[in-house]
């Protein structure tokens, strides 16, 4: 079949790669000038397998409360006008209980599982190289009471058979010496050993070069315009060249089916089609630091526990990312709470690192996580059975990537993807019962 893969992110083009290898044409289309410029490109570099936890717990109502006016929260919620981010909003608390969090964390351990066996075998076959570590990850805690909630909910994981270790300071430190100056602060930490890092837009644009390789089409600075229907199906994808001005020519693309891939823009392309998906962007931010002393910084992926991001070494660089806005799709640096937040993760880097990074040349970025209140993605058919939706993986794009190409490339070519304990949305398989968010058959507008 002739498949048209709408967004270059490493869920498109993971898509895609996949699909030709079910014996498919492929053609994506793309806005910006390669793939992986947006949420791909700066992420926190974590293939987080068993660092899964969806956000909604029953504890979380009460930690956003605490944060709401704190421009330094981990999570900071900006309420707006917009009846989507509301939606969103009471969805999420709607899955802050016991019983949707056992759920919940139950597919996404199960997608992070298929899809981290799905990028070893990308890797193995292609030979691609993207600073990959494969050291584990390490949590660690600056506070007793932080290690004892961190112990407990490592316990919580090994039911769902996550292999995360409880580990004493000393045993933290024997993980990653790099820490030793700022050990006599550290209570303990967890550690996942099987998890792993690398640098997710090196990845995605060298799995694209090869996807051109095998003779997929990318249509890369390309507007999509509108996306025509007929008949109860999509009929076409219109679309206009970067440069050619709001009244340049406009190109329809007809394909015999379509997946739709663009993070958190997924769901407003979709809304003129009467599909409502519960995908709100968080704008998450990264800085990516040049090391002066490689020796002296960590090579184990690292996650922070008092202020919430994640640590990854990309060879002669460290990458310094978290925090989280509900506030709508800016993406923008130059506001007093982007540049706040920004200058938070190089001071922390260097409380924890001091002098190990130059942090007078930072490389800040921010992209917007396309997350749904469960923290699951659709991945299925549409209610239009010709559109098929692979969307709203959060901050799991680049753990659940792999994964999430190769199991809807599979639906779409009529197969069962070996996937166990996962929902996928749509009527792509009549024995699967949907456990997304809600169902791309089911949404409706508020």
Partial sequence: ?????????????????????????????????????????????????????????AAAPFKVAKWLLRDDSPLLFRPRIDPHQWRWGLSFLT??????????????????????????????????????????????????????AGAAGAELMRQYGVDRRVLNRAEVLQVEPALAAFGPNIHGGTFTPSDESGDAMVFTQQLAALCRARGATFLHNTQIVRIATAGGQISGVQVRRHGDGAKGALRTLVADQYVAAMGSYTAPLLRPLGIWLNIYPAKGYSATLNLKRPQDASVVSLLDDTRKIAISRLGDQIRIAGTAELAGYDTGLDSATAQHRCAALVQRYEALFPGVADTSAPH????????????????????????????????????????????????????????QHFGFCGDALPAARPLVPVSARAARPL
């Avoid at 993971?14 to 947006?38: C, K, M, Q, Y």
């Avoid at 923290?375 to 549409?382: E, F, K, L």
Wanted: proline share 4%.
């Fill in 364 to 419: 800040y970025w921010a992209g917007l996580r396309p997350s749904t209140p469960t923290n699951i993605p659709y991945i299925g058919r549409s209610r239009l059975p010709n559109l098929w939706l692979n969307a709203g993986h959060g901050t799991l794009g680049w753990t659940h990537g792999a994964g999430s190409g190769q199991a809807l490339a599979e639906l779409i070519s009529g197969k069962r993807p070996a996937l």
């Fill in 1 to 57: 079949m002739k498949i048209i893969v709408l967004g270059a992110g490493i869920i498109g083009v993971s898509t895609a790669w996949h699909l030709l290898n079910e014996g498919h044409e492929v053609t994506v289309i793309d806005r910006a000038p390669d793939a992986a410029l947006e949420t791909s490109f700066a992420n926190g570099a974590q293939i987080s397998v068993s660092f899964c936890e969806p956000w909604a717990n």
């Fill in 95 to 148: 899955q802050c209980t016991d019983a949707a969090f056992a759920r919940n964390v139950r597919q996404l351990v199960a997608l992070g599982r298929y899809s981290h066996e799905s990028l070893k075998r990308v890797v193995a076959a292609t030979g691609i190289q993207y600073n990959r570590l494969e050291r584990g990850i390490l949590h660690f805690f600056s506070s007793q009471a932080d290690f004892v």
